[in-house]
């Protein structure tokens, strides 16, 4: 079936750095990623839209100029979140639409814990 | 689409089936209904979904109502690696494009 790969699993990091995290469709491609933040014993909360070719649509709340995002290609998806803080860490996990028609869903990375410290 | 209500919580025995409920009240014609997972720190995990027909695949079986307002996942011999939380959600099946929004979910813990 459709894999999304997600890397790195885990990060630790110190304030003030900047992390990215990647998103790679392996056989199939995705014109559109999602990416998703989940807070501990909470539900996962999207983050941004991510379009190949094309800016991303971040959801309200969400610093575009924080929490970078590129689609550069068909196959691959960064999440790079810049000057990171002990507030962004976090479980971030992206996802892409696969199938058409009755077959429509969609699969997700693994997630990336984000440790700041 | 239509927003989707389940129980917070939920235990199992272990080799007993689990029945999972989820309420979808204002579900449209061309909605569909999804399951997923998501066992701790892993990302969620597909598991089936249907339209109105009843299905069933190698993990589960999904039953809708005839009226399709609510539906049941069912786990026929749930094991402990079935601990996880389990989100039902609805959407249109061919809006590409648009993401799925996740409500709590359903935390099913398997009992020995």
């Known amino acids: 079936g459709a894999v999304v790969s997600q890397h790195p699993s885990r990060v630790i990091c110190k304030s003030g750095t900047s992390v990215k995290i990647e998103c790679r469709s392996l056989?199939?491609?995705?014109?559109?990623m999602f990416w998703y933040r989940q807070f501990p014993k909470q539900s996962l909360m999207l983050m941004a839209t991510?379009?190949?070719?094309?800016?991303?649509?971040?959801e309200q709340g969400v610093e575009k100029d924080k929490f970078l995002i590129n689609h550069a290609s068909l196959t691959l998806s960064t999440l790079t979140v810049t000057s990171a803080h002990p507030e962004d860490s976090s479980f971030y996990i992206c996802?892409?639409?696969?199938?058409?028609?009755?077959?429509?869903?969609?699969?997700f990375g693994s997630g990336t814990r984000l440790t700041v410290v | 689409d239509a927003k989707t209500t389940q129980p917070p919580s939920m235990d199992c025995a272990e080799g007993r089936a689990a029945n999972l409920p989820c309420n979808h009240s204002?579900?449209?014609?061309?909605?569909?209904v999804y399951w997923y997972r998501q066992i701790h720190s892993q990302g969620p995990q597909y598991i089936i979904h249907?339209?109105?027909n009843n299905e069933t695949n190698e993990m589960a079986s999904l039953i809708i109502t005839e009226d399709r307002k609510s539906s049941t996942l069912i786990l026929p011999h749930a094991t402990l690696r079935d601990t996880a939380v389990y989100y039902c959600?609805?959407?249109?099946?061919?809006?590409?494009?648009?993401?799925?929004?996740f409500g709590p979910g359903t935390r099913l813990s398997v009992l020995p």
């Open positions: 996802s892409a639409s696969i199938g058409t028609g009755i077959n429509y869903g969609y699969t």
């Open positions: 056989d199939f491609q995705a014109t559109t």
């Open positions: 991510s379009n190949e070719g094309s800016k991303a649509t971040y």
């Open positions: 204002t579900i449209s014609g061309n909605e569909y």
């Open positions: 249907g339209l109105k």
């Open positions: 959600i609805v959407r249109v099946g061919s809006n590409y494009g648009q993401n799925f929004v």
